[in-house]
């Protein structure tokens, strides 16, 4: 079945830092969306984007649907302790309407 | 706060019983979803139900049975569980199923299955 590839898996970083995670696939989306789960809750929305070229801003937070429609990126700025948790990608494939989701980047901060 | 409440938060049942899974929502939505999460995998969607009729069925096994009353609520009914089911399972709610329309999650139930 379709697929979506997040990288990366994991990171580590430091207080201040910027992070940079993305998500590519073989075929076009329609949608992205990123969520970020912390331990024992959920998945929350933070950004949704609809259009390809689409640069979306929220707080610390930007994300950008490719040009290709086949990839998307997700920027955090001056990282937080806060900011922890896993942070998946989703794209609803243009071919099939469904809402694909990819394996997470998990994100370490150190204060 | 999502407007999606799951219960129980946690479930610990053996391999013959029946439990039930519930999802309520609170958003006035007319499409909900449920996803099995499991370590190192994608969500997994399960079953997509759009103004109470199943509209979804990813190949799940029959021992998971869904059942939505209404608009507001999902069940999830659970038989003769394996262990390979145990993990984190995830109510979602959206306004339709419109591509536009992004999906706002409860925070699960973990299931363990002995």
């Known amino acids: 079945g379709q697929q979506l590839n997040q990288s990366p898996q994991s990171m580590f970083i430091q207080e201040g830092e910027d992070v940079s995670m993305n998500c590519t696939s073989s075929s076009i989306f329609n949608t992205w969306l990123w969520y970020k789960q912390d331990p024992g809750e959920g998945p929350v929305l933070l950004i949704a984007l609809y259009k390809a070229g689409e640069l979306t801003s929220n707080g610390r937070l930007t994300a950008q649907f490719g040009i290709t429609r086949k990839d998307s990126f997700l920027n955090i700025s001056a990282s937080i302790p806060s900011d922890v948790g896993i942070y998946f990608c989703?794209?609803?494939?243009?071919?099939?309407?469904?809402?694909?989701f990819g394996q997470g980047t998990t994100l370490q901060v150190k204060p | 706060e999502t407007g999606v409440t799951q219960t129980p938060r946690h479930l610990v049942m053996g391999m013959t019983n029946k439990k039930s899974l519930k999802c309520e929502q609170h958003?006035?939505?007319?499409?909900m979803y449920w996803y099995k999460q499991s370590a190192k995998k994608p969500l997994e969607l399960m079953f997509v139900y759009s103004l109470e009729e199943r509209v979804e069925n990813n190949s799940v096994p029959s021992r998971f049975s869904p059942e939505c009353p209404n608009s507001s609520h999902l069940f999830l009914h659970l038989h003769t569980l394996q262990p390979e089911d145990s993990a984190l399972y995830l109510c979602a709610s959206s306004q339709d199923r419109a591509y536009n329309q992004p999906q706002h999650f409860g925070d699960g139930t973990r299931l363990s299955i002995l």
């Open positions: 989703a794209g609803r494939s243009s071919n099939t309407g469904k809402l694909i």
């Open positions: 958003l006035g939505h007319n499409a």
